[in-house]
């Protein structure tokens, strides 16, 4: 089936976790959860596996939303980790449907990193779960299926963390394709980098 429109994660989806970006926003968050992780035994990871979802573990460790989306977002330096990809921009502007941004992510935050790789004006919308009460991004993907008055089976969602990105995606009958390596389902499609799936798109 021919796809009708493209929904993507950010982090980890539009650069690969080995960026140094990864490992600053992963640094802060865990300095978020020290009180946590000082408490309980196996300590964050521990909190990674039983909630996958960030947003989840907030609740969990009785941190407050909004402090989690400043003491991240607020401090992160971008210097010496994104750089505008030409090939990356050119990818995009032939892919004739529409596209959207669904990110845990603020909308400040994915601004800068679409702004770094010179791409920021191609997308039709983007959503951060930061705007909403929710933390789950099915609603976000069932809302656009119904706006746009697309059948579930030709939207393509793609992102790197199974649970947070595919998982709701699947739940509503859409294609899925994992970007990078971390653990999926057998049977999900998997591709190395943004740049493999949009040339399988």
Known sequence: ??????????DGTFYPRSNPLTARIDALVAGLFDDYVARHQGGLRELERKFPCVLDGLVEANIERDRFYR?????????????????????????????FIVSLSPVRHIRR?????????????????????????????????????????????????????????????CRVVQIGDATSPGDVARVGSIHDLLRMI
């Not at 089936?1 to 950010?10: T, V």
């Not at 933390?135 to 939207?155: E, F, L, T």
């Open 1 to 10: 089936m021919e796809s009708a429109a493209l929904i993507l994660d950010l």
């Open 71 to 99: 003491t991240v977002y607020d401090r992160i330096s971008y210097d010496d980790c994104l750089y505008p990809d030409p090939a990356l921009r050119a990818a995009f502007e032939v892919l004739r449907i529409p596209k």
């Open 113 to 173: 990193v679409l702004q770094y790789l010179a791409i920021g004006d191609l997308f039709d919308s983007i959503v951060s779960l930061e705007e909403l009460s929710i933390n789950s991004k099915g609603p976000v993907y069932g809302d656009i299926i119904r706006a746009g008055n697309m059948p579930a089976q030709s939207v393509v969602v793609a992102g790197d963390n199974y649970e947070v990105d595919l998982a709701p995606a699947l739940h509503l009958g």
